[in-house]
């Protein structure tokens, strides 16, 4: 319906647009929804399959709790930090340390938009990347500078992948890193399938404990995040 009013018409074009908008929102939640599976990713489990690759693992408390859970399937895991081994903190230093006695290699100065520089050989059936976050917030191509991290991590890691392997980020759970990270059409872009998506429950996880990207020893997440795990295969 239109009125005689210029003024009132494009009023009430925007209002219909926005109303189109809010619907689509809607739907794209209520299908995120439907897509999410009601139990945690098994990591201990999916890790034990093969060559597992853990990328910009900050304190590398992740990879402890999982390297302990692995008994002698711990060598399989490879944990990497994007930091140069001077540049770790002390926390991270110590796991490192324990990692090791558990069999599990460390190596630092490992970019996840670069693996298969840095891995030209080895096949993975596994590659983790929890809480990915860049420390600028300054654009990239236009975009947000996570929001390419996660396409550029995606199509790194499709080349190290071993047939059936699968790639797997954990995020917080809000519409706002939805919007920065866009797995779905990420994964379009790096050829890759659409993720099916786990809820991730810290609780799982003894002894990690998240590290912020711009202090080690500082957790990013609040109590009442919600946390999630996608899961990528070829
Ligand atoms: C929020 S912290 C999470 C650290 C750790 N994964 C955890 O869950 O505690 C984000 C991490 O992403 C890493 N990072 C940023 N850009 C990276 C890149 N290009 N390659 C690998 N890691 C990267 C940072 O070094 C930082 O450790």
């Known amino acids: 319906m239109l009125f005689g009013d210029p003024i009132l018409n494009s009023e009430l074009l925007r209002l219909r647009s926005d109303l189109a908008y809010a619907r689509l929102k809607a739907r794209l939640l209520d299908l995120k929804h439907k897509l999410t599976e009601r139990e945690p990713f098994d990591f201990v489990s999916a890790a034990k399959e093969g060559p597992t690759l853990l990328v910009g693992e900050g304190n590398l408390s992740f990879a402890l709790s999982l390297a302990s859970r692995m008994g002698s399937a711990a060598s399989m895991l490879k944990a990497t930090t994007y930091e140069t081994r001077s540049n770790i903190s002390n926390v991270a230093k110590n796991n490192a340390a ?38 600028s917030r300054r654009p990239l191509h236009g975009r947000n500078p996570n929001h390419v991290l996660i396409r550029r991590f995606l199509r790194s890691a499709r080349h190290v992948l071993a047939n059936n392997g699968r790639v797997a980020i954990t995020v917080i759970d809000s519409p706002h890193y939805d919007g920065t990270f866009s797995m779905h059409e990420a994964a379009a872009w790096a050829g890759l399938s659409p993720p099916r998506i786990h809820p991730f429950w810290t609780g799982d996880h003894p002894s990690y404990t998240h590290s912020n990207t711009q202090d080690e020893n500082e957790s990013a997440l609040v109590r009442q995040d919600k946390l999630q795990t996608y899961v990528f295969e070829e």
């Open 98 to 135: 324990r990692l090791s006695k558990l069999g599990s290699p460390v190596l630092h100065g490992v970019d996840a938009r670069r693996l298969e520089e840095r891995f030209p050989v080895t096949r993975f059936k596994l590659v983790v990347f929890q809480f990915p976050n860049v420390a």
